[in-house]
Structure formats: C-alpha cells, structure tokens
C-alpha cells in the first residue's frame, strides 16, 4: 500500500491506470478489498474520490459491498455526488434501499 501512496503522490495521472481483470483504477479497488487506509487516502485527495469505474462510482461500491466505514469515508468527501446514477439506473441512495429490500450485497471473492 505505501507504494501506491507514494506512486500517487509522486504522478497523480497513474490514478487512471487500470487493472487488466476488471478494468478498475485503485480506488474500485481498494473499495472492494476492503482496504480502508488507501480509501481514506483517496479522500483526502478529491481527484481520487471522484472516478467511476464500469458505471459504479466508489461510493456505489461501498454501499453494494456493506463497507459502512469506506461509505462514511468517502461520503465524508464534499465533492462526492449523491445524484450520479450506476450502470444499472440507481443513485447510491436507491442502491442501499434496493440492498435492504431485496437483494443481499456484499463483494464476492471474485471482486476481491
């Protein structure tokens, strides 16, 4: 993780670089690992809290895999968006409803 934080501060555009699995950049990433210290990283960087990775933002992902402490963290972020829908039509409010109403979430092994 420190080599991401360094590679981050050192060239900011290596932000974008995505993996070959999935196609996410780290955020997505760190999102569904559950890696809470590169999540609150991002956050106080404002670029990085913003992306959107397959039609989720970060946000989204924190809601679909039940991360309460990522989802306070980057929803502690001014500059995150309520509104933005995902892939799938749903703001991130209408996720979490949809996740309590129906449909279990979590992250699987394979987004892991």
């Known amino acids: 993780m420190k ?3 360094v590679m981050l501060e050192k060239y900011p555009s290596c932000a974008t670089l995505r993996d070959q699995r999935k196609g996410r950049t780290f955020l997505p990433n760190a999102v569904t690992r559950g890696n809470r210290a590169l999540v609150a990283f991002a956050c106080r960087n404002p670029e990085f809290a913003l992306r959107i990775a397959h039609g989720n933002t970060a946000l989204h992902l924190a809601v ?3 991360d ?3 989802f306070t963290c980057l929803f502690q972020n001014r500059r995150v968006r309520l509104d933005l829908t995902n892939k799938d039509g749903l703001t991130v409010l209408a ?3 949809h996740n309590l109403h129906g449909r279990q979430g979590g992250c699987s092994s394979s987004d892991r």
């Open 64 to 66: 679909y895999c039940m």
């Open 95 to 97: 996720l979490a409803f």
């Open 3 to 5: 080599a991401v934080i």
């Open 68 to 70: 309460q402490p990522i």
